[in-house]
T-cell receptor, first 113, second 113 residues
């Protein structure tokens, strides 16, 4: 069974540019989460999808971040325009049911210069 | 707040036993997860406690005391490959469902010969 996959694994962009991160959850997992780890800090929740619906987006930093999950399969997280403080590792996780363990992807390391 | 506190670093000897402690705020508690993360890799699930007591799984065990807001991860017969970051994460009760995890900063365990 394929795990949670994220693309790209690394991205280096200039301040003001746009970047789109992609997450493919485990097939059949309705719950999809985005998390972020800024250097030196803990992993923090960004948002939660149930199928294609945003269940909780309380962790999204500001309106420069837009997450979508059209069709309830893969998800994208777009940052536009990127700022220096957006640098970090963005993790995606999925779970089959609410309350069950989440499986994490390897993360996308975003560096904004 | 949802502060999750765990030691930043620990060092132990191969073959020994190590206990990694984690404390958390008890409000809105819906379970306690432990994840292992090797550098550059995805966090991988180790254990989940929702009731008080000890859960044993091979060389790894996890303990929970809900009234004290306390958990620990116990690693026995340490191996060099156990050198990794160990993440304590509290699952929160979220209106409308969900399994939002609040992470500690992780405990970097170094296993030495």
């Amino acid at each position: 069974e394929a795990g949670v996959t994220q693309f790209p694994s690394h991205s280096v962009i200039e301040k003001g540019q746009t970047v789109t991160l992609r997450c493919d959850p485990i097939s059949g997992h309705d719950n999809l989460y985005w998390y972020r780890r800024v250097m030196g800090k803990e992993i923090k929740f960004l948002l939660h999808f149930v199928k294609e619906s945003k269940q909780d987006e309380s962790g999204m930093p500001n309106n420069r971040f837009l997450a979508e999950r059209t069709g309830g399969t893969y998800s994208t997280l777009k940052v536009q325009p990127a700022e220096l403080e957006d640098s970090g590792v963005y993790f995606c996780a999925s779970s089959q049911e609410v309350g069950l363990r989440a499986f994490f992807g390897q993360g996308t390391r975003l560096t904004v210069v | 707040g949802q502060n999750i506190d765990q030691p930043t670093e620990m060092t132990a000897t191969e073959g020994a036993i190590v206990q990694i402690n984690c404390t958390y705020q008890t409000s809105g508690f819906n379970g306690l997860f432990w994840y292992q993360q090797h550098a550059g890799e995805a966090p991988t699930f180790l254990s989940y406690n929702v009731l008080d007591g000890l859960e044993e799984k091979g060389r790894f065990s996890s303990f929970l005391s809900r009234s004290k807001g306390y958990s620990y991860l116990l690693l026995k017969e340490l191996q060099m490959k156990d050198s990794a970051s160990y993440l304590c994460a509290k699952a929160g009760v979220v209106t409308g469902g969900g399994n939002k995890l609040t992470f500690g900063t992780g405990t970097q365990l170094k296993v030495e010969l």
